[in-house]
């Protein structure tokens, strides 16, 4: 039933992941192989691998241990196939626990022995070099198997070269040549696996040396194990290149995707995408199958709204030069009047600046041109101090959001530190944008945040005619601002956008009636958008539920 429904299970999110579960779990219960009734029991396979056990110890190889406790019907999750037993690991091997090597011989320069850390289990290709002495009990030889004895649990065969056994690896001795180790191995993994799953609700975070001891597993006639991991191996490679080949298709469509979008993003006039659109759109079922396509097609719109291609013009339109000159206009009156003082004027556009044509009765201006004159881009307090009961709202880049913003922030700041930042007190309605940390991050200030005040990676941004309002948030959200704010981005100790290049970003600007059409456009496109990642995604776990179906009946 898996076999004809892999393609459901390869491209359910989750599924091959789920499929390999089910593998190890088949394996481990006796399901995976058919028994043969002429192996030789696992209970004779016990006998003798005690009597080796017996040997060692006799010969003073090893320690006898503390007796094992019988295997208890607690310890026990399934019926075991005709042939089984319950063993301890303790049983089959001897965990010898890694020694704690002194620091001061670490070296990352290839003098002495290679030193497995835990980072190195499974990856055979230890960066440490321990130069002092050592002891040869502690070194590891390839065939070896080690557990990771923090983080992931790992239980893998070592292949790399002669190395160092450091602390909190271990190293699993086997009781000679009955134990079948691959398969021994695997069902510790497998249980070793079980118990990560639950680290979440409880406190194991490290192994000791007696959980692995007194792991148990279910052991099969050796005959069987061999069949086991045979198989196991072969299903293995099947999931290996199932994940392959759903990488390569991701790859393949997200190249696909780029590449037709770019078309029409890049269409030089409102005929070419009109045409360019109409030979993309007839792919639309292909191409719009997943979530991440359909936000790569949101943002193409909105870059063809920013160059004047998503609505027609109309020749009727006030250019929006007479916007910029009444804005103006309106900024010398209030110099005049002494209200402001004349800003250092910005840099004028050069040609070779402008990234595209605008259409008739656009114009390029720098972004603080739009922006209310007695109102500047400015960002908010610097140092706030402790929160106070009675403080003043304080509005941190958390508070942000553009759909659901609280209605009131947490944290306050005193009066006295409110009073010293008063040019960036909100009165609500106010564009809030990101300049430190979450670059670009973007929220409105509802009215219930008047009074309130806003933290330093935080800038207030209010236009400086309020029909501009809407349009300036639509091109705060487009890519072409955004890349233009993460090109001027410094490092500091976190990325921090400079309120001087906001003023200075290179803006096209449309007639400000059509500014409202494109706002009207982009929400109505946008909201079509939305309802499609939805659906992709209501798919999309509708797949994941089916190939957990799929597995669970398998497994059942």
């Not at 390869?10 to 192989?33: C, N």
């Not at 109102?375 to 880049?397: C, Q």
Request: charged content about 25%.
């Amino acid at each position: 039933m898996l076999l004809s429904n892999l393609d459901v299970l390869a491209t359910a999110p989750g599924g091959v992941a789920r499929l390999r579960e089910l593998i190890l779990t088949l394996a481990v219960q006796g399901k995976l192989v058919p028994q043969d009734a002429a192996d030789e029991p696992a209970g004779v396979l016990l006998e003798k691998i005690l009597a080796e056990k017996e040997r060692l110890v006799a010969e003073g190889k090893i320690k006898r241990g503390k007796p094992l406790a019988e295997v208890s019907e607690e310890e026990t999750r399934f019926e075991l196939p005709n042939g089984w037993a319950w063993a301890r690991i303790a049983d089959l091997a001897l965990p010898q626990a890694g020694f704690a090597f002194k620091s001061t011989g670490f070296n990352e320069i290839s003098q002495g022995l290679p030193l497995i850390r835990i980072r190195d289990v499974g990856d055979n290709n230890p960066t440490t070099f321990f130069s002092g002495d050592y002891r040869e009990e502690f070194c590891v030889a390839s065939g070896d198997w080690l557990i990771s004895m923090d983080g992931e649990f790992r239980v893998r065969e070592w292949s790399g070269p002669l190395a160092l056994l450091n602390q909190r690896v271990t190293r699993l001795l086997f009781y000679g040549a009955d134990v079948f180790q691959p398969f021994v191995s695997s069902a510790l993994q497998f249980k070793l696996t079980e118990l990560q799953g639950t680290k979440a609700y409880t406190t194991v975070d490290h192994l000791s040396g007696g959980q692995i001891a007194n792991s148990v597993i279910a052991l099969p006639p050796l005959a069987e194990q061999s069949r086991i991991v045979t198989r196991v191996e072969e299903l293995m490679q099947l999931c290996d290149a199932l994940e392959a080949k759903g990488r390569l298709e991701a790859t393949q469509h997200a190249r696909l995707v780029s590449t037709l979008l770019a078309t029409l993003a890049g269409s030089p006039s409102p005929a070419a995408l009109a045409e360019n659109w109409q030979r993309v759109s007839t792919h639309f079922d292909l191409l719009l199958d997943r979530p991440e396509a359909v936000d790569a097609l949101e943002q193409t719109l909105l870059q063809l709204a920013v160059r004047g291609l998503l609505v027609p013009q109309d020749p009727q339109d006030e250019p929006a030069s007479a916007l910029l000159a009444r804005i103006r206009a309106e900024k010398d009156r209030l110099i005049a009047e002494g209200k402001i003082k004349r800003d250092k004027p910005l840099a004028a556009i050069a040609e070779e600046e402008k990234p595209f044509g605008l259409p008739v009765g656009w114009e390029w201006v720098r972004f603080d041109e739009l922006i209310h004159p007695q109102k500047p881009i400015a960002y908010g307090v610097l140092v706030p101090g402790p929160d106070v009961s009675t403080g003043v709202p304080f509005v941190r880049i958390a508070d942000l959001s553009l759909v659901s913003p609280p209605d009131r922030p947490e944290k306050t700041i005193t009066p006295e530190v409110d009073a010293k930042f008063q040019r960036t007190r909100l009165e609500g309605g106010e564009i809030l944008m990101g300049v430190v940390g979450s670059i670009g991050k973007l929220g409105i200030a509802p009215e219930t945040w008047a009074g309130a005040n806003i933290a330093r990676a935080i800038c207030r941004i209010v236009p400086a005619d309020a029909g501009l309002h809407d349009f300036v948030l639509f091109l705060l959200q487009t890519k072409f601002m955004q890349d233009s704010f993460a090109g001027d981005t410094r490092t500091l100790a976190q990325p921090t956008l400079n309120v001087g290049l906001i003023r200075a970003a290179l803006t096209p600007m449309p007639p400000p009636t059509e500014q409202s059409r494109i706002v009207a456009r982009v929400a109505s496109l946008r909201r079509l958008c939305f309802e499609l990642r939805q659906r992709l995604t209501a798919s999309q776990s509708t797949q994941a539920q089916l190939a957990a179906a799929l597995v669970e009946t398998a497994g059942a």
